[in-house]
């Protein structure tokens, strides 16, 4: 806890140091303002023709100008001949900066005339002058409209569009309907700005996943280095991958790398990446396998088949063509709403990965929930579009919004679990090593505690024979000194540091090693029984932290004692095995100022923590005015 208002001030500050830098990265994906006219003649779906706008519409052969006749609807009538070309001129009177004319054209060609000065053409082989233009129908469709800058002193001139009409040999000329092209005029940098908008819009979140992708491959490539090979990761990256092609199949340049495709690839790469999604869930878990599987791959297989309807593969256009084209929208909804569900369900069997996923999933539907709720006096369209489209698929419309909704919620779930793994195990392992460094300085001191041991016993040894000579003599010719020097020779014994030499090699080392640290304090140690089981209902690293803070809570206590001492008594007793340790303590008015109770510090919380598992009655701590006593215990049996 007292460390959560610095948590709370680094989150803070990290945000604050953040936000410039989002400002500034997601600047340029909003456009300028759009400065435009709409110079039309044809009006838009539901809305009445609005007149001419300015525009003469006309035909003109060698100088001879005839005005065609509006219908009403934005078509003219009056040609002279099947596939005449036609003009339509109008003073330009519009202010703008950098002033851009679009013209809207499919298979017609067109040439653009500025105060009878031609600015483009599609036929430059042609007699480009106004009243001798004969203009073709194109082959094709054109992809793109057709933009041109128009010069800065435009204010006051006169746009002349000239524009091909289609041959009907069959129809009357006079009959004959043309209809000019759509005509906007707008701002150059609103344009410009648009671009910019549109390939940050689509290159952000590509550059974001390609990202994400680098980060978890390092981490992949992490683990297995340190003998964590698992091909989950891979998985989900993959998952991305197909996301990422189908943002950019969404990309307007798109068509110009890779040409028209006969398929929807946007959809196709999307429903991809869900059938991987699926799989890489289904990774995760032993119980619900067999279920995630079957969902992963009903969804890749009718992603297949939604691939081959729209190849031609399977059947004609009609009914039955757009439910298989459409088919991998549903089982994919329904797919990743009944493994989101058996994520909740793992959740409450344990399972570390699922539990992780689905506190995330529940952290994201409140946030956005409220966010909804909130964000709609501030976001009055997108919150009411998201109603709206909820609303719609609710009523019978296939769940496009839906489908992304729930997708975007497992794949952002999955990827919070991923990264929580990631830690743990790293976490993990470096506590593991940090065990492993603990052991091995402790098998250090061990082994040279050993030594001091057996070189202090073989020096004993070695004067045996001498004492044994020495005291027979005593006791013929000094009688009253033996005394005095048995006791001399108690003491030696005495002080020969003890040895752990139980059936747990772990424990053996743990306790040699303390005793060691205790000895070059000047700390006098007694160990009563040293009983323990080869095997102990602890992880390696669990009895080193249990052992370990017990005996340093006793070292540091007996260094400041006036009289110190540690006592150990370890034994097996009734299937339990008792662990007990005794040391002396500081007077209580010295207590404070020398050292702090072992009650307060944080190692015996680290006791208790591990000790919880199986309640308090299997740990108790009695304290006297300079004893202090730790016992535990340790079930055998489960």
Same mark, same amino acid.
């Given at each position: 806890?007292?460390? +959560?208002?610095?948590?709370?001030?680094?989150?803070?500050?990290?945000?604050?140091?953040?936000?410039?830098?989002?400002?500034?990265?997601?600047?340029?994906?909003?456009?300028?303002?759009?400065?435009? &006219?709409?110079?039309?003649?044809?009006?838009?779906?539901?809305?009445?023709?609005?007149?001419?706008?300015?525009?003469?519409?006309?035909?003109?052969?060698?100088? =001879?100008?005839?005005?065609?006749?509006? $219908?009403?609807?934005?078509?003219?009538?009056?040609?002279?001949?099947?596939?005449?070309?036609?003009?339509?001129?109008? /003073?330009?009177?519009?202010?703008?900066?950098?002033?851009?004319?679009?013209?809207?054209?499919?298979?017609?060609?067109?040439?653009?005339?500025? $105060?009878?000065?031609?600015?483009? /053409?599609?036929?430059?082989?042609?007699?480009? %002058?106004?009243?001798?233009?004969?203009?073709?129908?194109?082959?094709?469709?054109?992809?793109?409209?057709? =933009?041109?800058?128009?010069?800065?002193?435009?204010?006051?001139?006169?746009?002349?569009?000239?524009?091909?009409?289609?041959? &009907?040999?069959?129809?009357?000329?006079?009959?004959?309907?043309?209809?000019? @092209?759509?005509?906007?005029?707008?701002?150059?940098?609103? &344009?410009?700005?648009?671009?910019?908008?549109?390939?940050?819009?689509?290159?952000?979140?590509?550059?974001?996943?390609?990202?994400?992708?680098?980060?978890?491959?390092?981490?992949?490539?992490? *683990?297995?280095?340190?003998?964590?090979?698992?091909? %989950?990761?891979?998985?989900?990256?993959?998952?991305?991958?197909?996301?990422? @092609?189908?943002?950019?199949?969404?990309?307007?340049?798109?068509?110009?790398?890779?040409?028209?495709?006969?398929?929807?690839?946007?959809?196709?790469?999307?429903?991809?990446?869900?059938?991987?999604?699926?799989?890489?869930?289904?990774?995760?878990?032993?119980?619900?396998?067999?279920?995630?599987?079957?969902?992963?791959?009903?969804?890749?297989?009718?992603?297949?088949?939604?691939?081959? /309807?729209?190849?031609?593969?399977?059947?004609?256009?009609?009914?039955?063509?757009?439910?298989?084209?459409?088919?991998?929208?549903?089982?994919?909804? +329904?797919?990743?709403?009944? =493994?989101?569900?058996?994520?909740?369900?793992?959740?409450?069997?344990?399972?570390?990965?699922?539990?992780?996923?689905?506190?995330?999933?529940?952290?994201?539907?409140?946030?956005?929930?409220?966010?909804?709720?909130?964000?709609?006096?501030?976001?009055?369209?997108?919150?009411?579009?998201?109603?709206?489209?909820?609303?719609?698929?609710?009523?019978? *419309?296939?769940?496009?919004?839906?489908?992304?909704?729930?997708? *975007?919620?497992?794949?952002?779930?999955?990827?919070?679990?991923?990264?929580?793994?990631?830690?743990?195990?790293?976490?993990?392992?470096?506590?593991?090593?940090?065990?492993?460094?603990?052991?091995?300085?402790?098998?250090?001191?061990?082994?040279?505690?050993?030594?001091?041991?057996?070189?202090?016993?073989?020096?004993?040894?070695?004067?045996?024979?001498?004492?044994?000579?020495?005291?027979?003599?005593?006791?013929?010719?000094?009688?009253?000194?033996?005394?005095?020097?048995?006791?001399?020779?108690?003491?030696?014994?005495?002080?020969?540091?003890?040895?752990?030499?139980?059936?747990?090699?772990?424990?053996?080392?743990?306790?040699?090693?303390?005793?060691?640290?205790?000895?070059?304090?000047?700390?006098?140690?007694?160990?009563?029984?040293?009983?323990?089981?080869?095997?102990?209902?602890?992880?390696?690293?669990?009895?080193?932290?249990?052992?370990?803070?017990?005996?340093?809570?006793?070292?540091?206590?007996?260094?400041?004692?006036?009289?110190?001492?540690?006592?150990?008594?370890?034994?097996?007793?009734?299937?339990?095995?008792?662990?007990?340790?005794?040391?002396?303590?500081?007077?209580?008015?010295?207590?404070?100022?020398?050292?702090?109770?072992?009650?307060?510090?944080?190692?015996?919380?680290?006791?208790?923590?591990?000790?919880? %598992?199986?309640?308090?009655?299997?740990?108790?701590?009695?304290?006297?005015?300079?004893?202090?006593?730790? =016992?535990?215990?340790?079930?055998?049996?489960?």
């Amino acid at each position: 806890m007292k460390q +959560f208002p610095k948590l709370t001030a680094a989150l803070l500050l990290s945000i604050l140091v953040c936000l410039p830098s989002a400002f500034a990265v997601f600047y340029y994906t909003q456009p300028m303002e759009d400065a435009s &006219y709409d110079l039309s003649l044809f009006p838009e779906d539901g809305q009445e023709w609005e007149g001419n706008k300015g525009w003469t519409v006309y035909t003109n052969e060698s100088g =001879t100008i005839t005005e065609l006749a509006p $219908n009403g609807g934005g078509g003219y009538l009056g040609l002279q001949y099947p596939g005449q070309t036609f003009y339509y001129s109008r /003073t330009l009177t519009e202010e703008l900066d950098s002033p851009m004319i679009q013209i809207g054209t499919v298979n017609q060609t067109v040439s653009i005339f500025l $105060n009878d000065s031609m600015i483009y /053409t599609d036929c430059p082989e042609l007699d480009n %002058r106004i009243g001798y233009l004969e203009l073709p129908m194109l082959a094709y469709d054109r992809a793109e409209a057709v =933009t041109v800058s128009l010069p800065p002193d435009y204010l006051g001139q006169t746009l002349t569009i000239a524009q091909s009409s289609p041959i &009907y040999s069959d129809t009357e000329s006079n009959t004959l309907t043309v209809w000019p @092209c759509g005509v906007r005029l707008y701002c150059g940098y609103a &344009y410009e700005s648009g671009l910019i908008a549109s390939a940050a819009k689509t290159m952000l979140p590509i550059v974001l996943m390609f990202a994400l992708e680098l980060f978890l491959l390092a981490a992949f490539i992490w *683990n297995a280095s340190v003998g964590n090979f698992s091909f %989950r990761i891979p998985v989900f990256v993959l998952a991305i991958f197909f996301q990422i @092609c189908s943002i950019l199949s969404k990309a307007d340049f798109f068509s110009r790398y890779v040409g028209i495709s006969s398929f929807d690839l946007t959809w196709l790469c999307f429903h991809l990446s869900v059938g991987t999604l699926l799989l890489f869930l289904a990774l995760y878990t032993k119980q619900l396998r067999p279920l995630f599987l079957f969902c992963a791959v009903l969804q890749w297989c009718a992603s297949l088949i939604s691939l081959a /309807t729209q190849m031609g593969m399977i059947l004609e256009y009609g009914d039955g063509y757009v439910f298989f084209m459409e088919l991998p929208k549903i089982i994919g909804f +329904f797919a990743l709403l009944i =493994t989101l569900a058996g994520a909740f369900f793992l959740w409450k069997q344990g399972n570390r990965f699922f539990c992780h996923l689905s506190q995330a999933a529940l952290i994201i539907i409140t946030c956005y929930a409220l966010f909804l709720v909130i964000g709609s006096p501030f976001f009055p369209d997108y919150v009411s579009s998201v109603f709206s489209r909820l609303k719609g698929e609710l009523t019978g *419309n296939l769940p496009n919004f839906s489908l992304r909704l729930i997708w *975007n919620l497992c794949l952002i779930s999955s990827l919070a679990a991923i990264v929580l793994e990631l830690l743990e195990k790293e976490t993990e392992r470096r506590t593991e090593l940090a065990v492993l460094s603990a052991k091995n300085q402790l098998a250090v001191e061990s082994y040279e505690n050993l030594c001091r041991q057996s070189e202090e016993v073989m020096m004993i040894r070695h004067d045996t024979m001498k004492h044994y000579s020495l005291l027979r003599t005593m006791a013929e010719e000094s009688p009253k000194r033996l005394s005095g020097y048995l006791d001399e020779l108690i003491g030696q014994i005495e002080n020969i540091r003890p040895v752990v030499a139980s059936q747990n090699q772990i424990l053996n080392i743990l306790i040699n090693g303390k005793l060691n640290t205790a000895a070059s304090k000047g700390i006098s140690t007694e160990i009563v029984r040293s009983e323990a089981p080869e095997k102990l209902p602890l992880t390696d690293s669990e009895l080193c932290c249990l052992v370990v803070n017990i005996l340093d809570n006793a070292i540091s206590a007996a260094s400041v004692s006036k009289k110190p001492y540690i006592r150990l008594d370890f034994h097996c007793k009734d299937q339990h095995f008792v662990f007990s340790c005794e040391n002396s303590m500081p007077d209580a008015d010295e207590r404070n100022i020398k050292t702090p109770s072992p009650e307060h510090g944080y190692g015996l919380k680290i006791i208790r923590q591990i000790m919880n %598992r199986w309640g308090d009655n299997m740990m108790s701590i009695e304290e006297a005015e300079n004893v202090y006593q730790i =016992t535990i215990v340790l079930p055998l049996s489960s």
